[in-house]
């Protein structure tokens, strides 16, 4: 048993085709085709094809935690769809050997007129457990949520972090041999994300439990993993120790210094060296409260700038300009320079970011860089727990709900 | 003993029903909830499986009882238009369910697996209950109008399952279609409202020409509600064309299933 592997993924390949009008074929379009070339019909749509996995091959033992690392778009979601069964593979396969649970969300089902019980239930059988396996760690979960007297009211009327715990309790509960979280653990308050945190270190310690866990916090991965897989474009990039793997992770995407030499060789007036975060005295690329930020880019003049331009932008993973801006100097001498932005605060959603920074003279463009290493952010999560509604910016809060008067009373009057 | 599961590119259409039924709970699950939602939302409740039949009748019995001269199996046209009203609410509340079920879903599909054929199933086991609450109605409105029950009634029950075995072969197909082709909304209404006139709900089958009932019996509805109401006027045998009806659902259910199967393995990346 103890040779044996409880995961095992072969070749796996997923093809996804775009379609170039729509996705959503009408039956107009496929009659009107018929009716104007029949022969056409048996002629594929002009499509483009692309593979978001190719080739993924990687074997997991019993007990093992392993973590899946890599960009958004990296193909990491797509491999937790095929090992959960949501999506078929293209080609390759999948040897699964026990019983698996996915928790891709949290709450899944979850429906704002049932009660918490009910809530329970129906999201407890929609993850794979029986009714009767409910029944009897029901008590375990009410007290896991810590939800007291909302146990029979509707969801409606629950707090957005009751919610979230009970959706967690529920899932904490769950006895799969394999189970499979995405950044479900990216939610929530730093306490409540700690709490889950030790839930699941107690999950594989004690159990010996098989965990698949993608997350974009390597401060997570470290904690929990024994094992990475790192993911770019589709292709697995690195396998291994979890220490080794997030090194060179880290050493891809945070590496410091810009190598300089083709600046000099093709005789540039100006090089931006590197960009970071000044926090506490040292020189990060994570940016990880809501405190002031004060983030330092680092320039060499090699050559006397007249009227230098000096562009700013902060893009998402997925290039979207976040912001943008302009400073006009008078002119800089041969030197080294730091251009320091002391921000107020930076609401960003978790992710990966990277400033994208330029220099322009008179004469033209002198330096453009794409900012590596690119910025992580780690902050704590004010946002919807759904990616499709949690928008771009992350504003820390305080909420409360005030009710002025009783609108029947008011209403009638 | 560890269950192993292989996930690859299928290639056969085989549907696993072995599966279906370890999912057993899920859709009963899925049924609760739907219900429970359901009666949340309204007012009356309940109230409301009596009162959509009942409607009907009276519509029914206002308006087309004078002009129906023949024979309605020899019960009263009252009788007839409930028995009617009863399985066509329930046959077109279960297939515009099941039509819109994967839909209505996805949020769940692109989280979770299961086999998703319970989907379309759930969509027709809904309006089961309250096919079942319409039944007792039917009981009372027979007693009302002074019907002798025969023995035949006995059969009602499995005539009943009859009803919803034929609603899942049509909404199975709907469901499918209505996950690819964004028309299948828009023609839904309109092909329910073309489905009445074009089943014996009002007026008995004897109204349809003779030679036009050949094509007619094709309809899956009309020998099931001949065979419904055999069960209330207990004259005669079980009509043949109950029989027709169930082999026309065994062929389209076949059919769906596997159209079904086809149009699964994208699903997730479809909705």
Redesign the interface.
């Known amino acids: 048993m103890s040779g044996e592997s409880i995961i095992e993924v072969v070749g796996v390949g997923k093809k996804y085709i775009k379609r170039n009008s729509q996705s959503y074929p009408t039956a107009r379009e496929q009659l009107m085709k018929l009716f104007r070339s029949p022969w056409k019909l048996l002629d594929s749509p002009r499509k483009e094809e692309f593979w978001a996995l190719k080739d993924i091959s990687f074997e997991v033992k019993p007990g093992e935690v392993v973590g899946i690392i890599g960009r958004n778009g990296s193909g990491k979601s797509t491999l937790l769809k095929i090992l959960s069964r949501i999506t078929e593979p293209t080609e390759g396969y999948v040897k699964l050997r026990g019983r698996v649970s996915s928790l891709l969300e949290v709450g899944t089902g979850f429906h704002p007129e049932l009660t918490g019980r009910e809530n329970i239930f129906f999201n407890g059988t929609i993850l794979g457990m029986s009714r009767k396996e409910i029944q009897s760690k029901f008590d375990a979960i009410v007290n896991f949520a810590d939800i007291g007297d909302f146990l029979d009211i509707p969801l409606k009327y629950y707090s957005n972090g009751m919610a979230m715990r009970l959706a967690f309790a529920v899932a904490a509960h769950l006895d799969p041999d394999i189970l499979i979280i995405d950044e479900v653990l990216a939610v929530g308050d730093l306490e409540f994300q700690n709490k889950c945190l030790n839930k699941a270190e107690e999950i594989s310690s004690n159990s010996g439990r098989t965990i698949l866990f993608v997350s974009h916090q390597m401060s997570q991965i470290r904690r929990l993993c024994h094992k990475v897989i790192w993911i770019d474009q589709g292709h697995i990039r690195a396998i291994g120790g979890t220490a080794e793997v997030i090194g060179e992770y880290e050493k891809f995407f945070l590496s410091t210094d810009r190598d300089l030499s083709s600046a000099q060789r093709l005789n540039q007036k100006a090089a931006f060296r590197q960009w970071y975060i000044q926090d506490s005295g040292q020189k990060v690329h994570v940016l990880s409260h809501f405190d002031s930020v004060k983030v330092v880019f680092a320039l060499e003049v090699y050559k006397l700038l007249h009227q230098p331009l000096i562009d700013i932008a902060l893009k998402n993973a997925a290039g979207q300009i976040l912001w943008g801006h302009r400073t006009q100097h008078s002119s800089l001498s041969i030197g080294s320079y730091e251009l320091e932005f002391l921000f107020a605060f930076l609401p960003l959603s978790r992710g990966m970011y990277s400033w994208h920074i330029s220099v322009y003279d008179l004469e033209g463009k002198v330096d453009v860089w794409e900012g590596l290493p690119m910025m992580q952010v780690e902050l704590p999560s004010y946002q919807h727990h759904s990616d499709q509604w949690s928008g771009i910016m992350n504003l820390p809060y305080k909420l409360e709900l005030r009710q002025l008067s009783e609108i029947d009373g008011y209403l009638l009057r | 003993m560890?269950?192993?599961?292989?996930?690859?590119?299928?290639q056969g259409l085989r549907i696993d029903l072995k599966e279906i039924w370890q999912y057993r709970?899920?859709l009963y699950?899925l049924v609760l909830?739907d219900i429970?939602?359901r009666y949340?939302?309204t007012a009356i409740g309940v109230g409301w499986v009596l009162l959509q039949p009942l409607a009907m009748m009276l519509l029914f019995t206002l308006f087309f009882g004078r002009f129906i001269k023949t024979s309605t199996n020899e019960m009263p046209y009252a009788v007839f238009a409930l028995s009617g009203a009863v399985v066509w609410a329930y046959f077109s509340n279960a297939i515009n369910n099941a039509a819109n079920s994967l839909q209505q879903y996805k949020?769940?599909?692109?989280?979770?697996?299961?086999p998703r054929l319970i989907l379309p199933i759930v969509g027709v086991s809904v309006g089961a209950i309250d096919f079942a609450i319409s039944l007792a109605l039917l009981m009372v409105i027979l007693l009302f109008y002074g019907v002798t029950l025969k023995l035949t009634l006995l059969a009602l029950p499995l005539v009943s399952i009859a009803v919803i075995f034929v609603s899942f072969s049509v909404g199975v197909w709907l469901s499918a279609l209505n996950a690819?082709?964004?028309?299948?909304r828009y023609i839904l209404p309109f092909l329910i409202q073309l489905w009445l006139f074009a089943s014996p709900v009002v007026y008995p089958v004897s109204v349809v020409p003779e030679k036009w009932q050949m094509y007619y019996y094709l309809n899956p509805l009309v020998g099931l509600l001949e065979g419904f109401r055999w069960c209330l006027s207990g004259v005669g045998a079980i009509p043949n064309s109950f029989w027709v009806s169930i082999g026309i659902a065994i062929l389209l259910s076949i059919g769906g299933v596997t159209y079904f199967r086809r149009v699964e393995?994208t699903l997730?990346?479809?909705l």
């Open positions: 560890l269950e192993e599961i292989i996930i690859k590119p299928r709970e899920l699950s909830r429970k939602i949340k939302h949020y769940i599909i692109s989280k979770v697996y299961f690819i082709y964004y028309d299948i393995s997730a990346d479809l």
